[in-house]
């Protein structure tokens, strides 16, 4: 299914800087055991990615732990605020539970209650497993979890396999797909419905009024011209 309408995730591209609050490190060589740990631990994580002097995103992590060896580093609890860098406003805001971001690649797995509420569209994606890819600018979720998305038009739509390319602005479900979409079409004919029926409405209040005048205007002649006749 397609939709001519997305939303951009250039924010998932980002590469993380040692922006802290508190850390703890460790310098020392690692062994297999020892590379399960983190080298770098972050509580209260806040980064904010800039373009041309403007803000493009930010995002808040209650804990980031940073692994040298695997180039990974693994967020908790996060929560990000996509800007419009055109008029620098919120064009969407997100959530989830955990988050690994691939440092090298710019790929994100994100896992556990997201929710992604874009108020540019007036739509809100609910998963709990999305992979976003930052080279091909594509975003999937897992093929066994439904991936839910509603907007303030009515449309509703419920599905699995989902993926969406950011380059092409759509996103197709493969299947176990249900709801209701509601086009543009079919808004502009709500729109249309609901003047006729405004101008109906309009049109019988004034009838009713003509009509009442027309009735009194025959009863007052009536009795005038009988008050004239001799006796």
């Given at each position: 299914m397609g939709f001519t309408k997305w939303f951009t995730c250039a924010f998932f591209s980002v590469i993380f800087l040692n922006i802290v609050t508190s850390c703890t490190f460790d310098y020392g060589e690692t062994d297999a055991e020892e590379s399960k740990l983190p080298n770098m631990t972050m509580e209260g994580l806040e980064y904010v990615r800039v373009k041309n002097g403007q803000p493009v995103a930010r995002m808040e992590a209650d804990i980031g732990d940073r692994f040298e060896s695997r180039h990974v580093m693994e967020l908790k609890n996060f929560n990000f605020q996509q800007y419009n860098t055109s008029t620098g406003e919120i064009d969407a805001i997100g959530s989830g539970d955990?988050?690994?971001?691939?440092?090298?690649?710019g790929n994100v797995q994100m896992n556990g209650s997201i929710h992604i509420n874009v108020e540019s569209e007036?739509?809100?994606?609910?998963?709990?497993?999305?992979?976003w890819k930052d080279k091909p600018k594509t975003l999937s979720g897992d093929d066994n979890l439904p991936?839910?998305?509603?907007?303030?038009?009515?449309t509703?739509?419920?599905g699995k396999g989902f993926s969406s390319d950011l380059r092409s602005k759509t996103f197709i479900f493969s299947r176990d797909v249900d709801g209701v979409y509601v086009s543009e079409d079919d808004e502009d004919d709500k729109k249309e419905e609901s003047s006729s029926k405004d101008?109906?409405?309009?049109?019988?209040?004034?009838?009713?009024?003509n009509g009442g005048m027309s009735d009194e205007s025959t009863t007052q002649d009536s009795t005038t011209q009988?008050?004239?006749?001799p006796e």
């Amino acid at each position: 299914m397609g939709f001519t309408k997305w939303f951009t995730c250039a924010f998932f591209s980002v590469i993380f800087l040692n922006i802290v609050t508190s850390c703890t490190f460790d310098y020392g060589e690692t062994d297999a055991e020892e590379s399960k740990l983190p080298n770098m631990t972050m509580e209260g994580l806040e980064y904010v990615r800039v373009k041309n002097g403007q803000p493009v995103a930010r995002m808040e992590a209650d804990i980031g732990d940073r692994f040298e060896s695997r180039h990974v580093m693994e967020l908790k609890n996060f929560n990000f605020q996509q800007y419009n860098t055109s008029t620098g406003e919120i064009d969407a805001i997100g959530s989830g539970d955990k988050a690994l971001v691939e440092m090298d690649t710019g790929n994100v797995q994100m896992n556990g209650s997201i929710h992604i509420n874009v108020e540019s569209e007036n739509m809100t994606i609910d998963t709990e497993s999305f992979t976003w890819k930052d080279k091909p600018k594509t975003l999937s979720g897992d093929d066994n979890l439904p991936v839910n998305i509603e907007k303030t038009d009515g449309t509703i739509i419920n599905g699995k396999g989902f993926s969406s390319d950011l380059r092409s602005k759509t996103f197709i479900f493969s299947r176990d797909v249900d709801g209701v979409y509601v086009s543009e079409d079919d808004e502009d004919d709500k729109k249309e419905e609901s003047s006729s029926k405004d101008a109906a409405a309009k049109t019988d209040q004034s009838a009713d009024k003509n009509g009442g005048m027309s009735d009194e205007s025959t009863t007052q002649d009536s009795t005038t011209q009988d008050s004239g006749t001799p006796e």
